[in-house]
């Protein structure tokens, strides 16, 4: 599949490059922010767009065109206000799907957050609007004619994958690497069990695959 990835630069992102470089069965296309950043990107051999969540649909609708599938790893961040959540992991996630729909892209998968779906679940944090714009952006998804897959990892965390993860609603660990995130997203692309799908994933026993092929 040729592979449209938005959060190229981002820390799961740059996972999910590495494996989609690697890849024999997908092509990758790399949207980033700066020209610096795709200027890295294509000297490593990668093809890269520049686009911004914060532009235009059209603007992102032309950056897709040709891609078969969208993977949304981007987000505003910790460092950023209210503002930036509504406007990237919300307003942009939403743009994205537009434009996936205007250029004929009928595979989305979003990276959300643990249980972004269910409200009773939120603690009292200040990352409670950061849940607010991913679970509006999810339901969007859902509401959709795309073939998605919504996986929804808890804290991520920067050590070295396992390639194992847990799957469900009721996990006892709150974290995963980010490493196993993006092997989770790329084994997802083309596994049709995952399709429909909303998945929450921490760190597990499981084989990634054998988690995706198995999962209600
Ligand atoms: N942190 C957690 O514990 C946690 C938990 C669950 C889910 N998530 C979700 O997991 C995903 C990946 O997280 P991560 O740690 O890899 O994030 P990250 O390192 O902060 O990367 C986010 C990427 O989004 C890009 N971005 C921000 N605004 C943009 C815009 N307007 N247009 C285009 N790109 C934009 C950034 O671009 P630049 O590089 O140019 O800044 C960055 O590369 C995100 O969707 C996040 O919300 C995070």
Redesign the pocket.
Known sequence: MKVFL??S?????KHIVKLLQDSEKHELTAM???EE?AQQLIDSGVNAVIA???GSVDELADAMQGSDAVIF?????GKTGPDKTLL??LD?AVKSMEAAEKVGINRYIM????KAYDRESWKESPIKPYMVAKHYADRMIVASNFEYTIIG????LNEPGTGKIEVGDNIQKTSIP?EDVARTVVAAIDEENTYQKTIEIMSGDTPIEDALKTVK
């Open positions: 938005i959060g630069n981002g820390q799961v992102g980033v922010r700066s950043q911004d969540l914060e790893t981007a987000g505003s961040g990237v992991d942009g990276v959300s957050a643990y990892p808890g804290l991520l980010r």
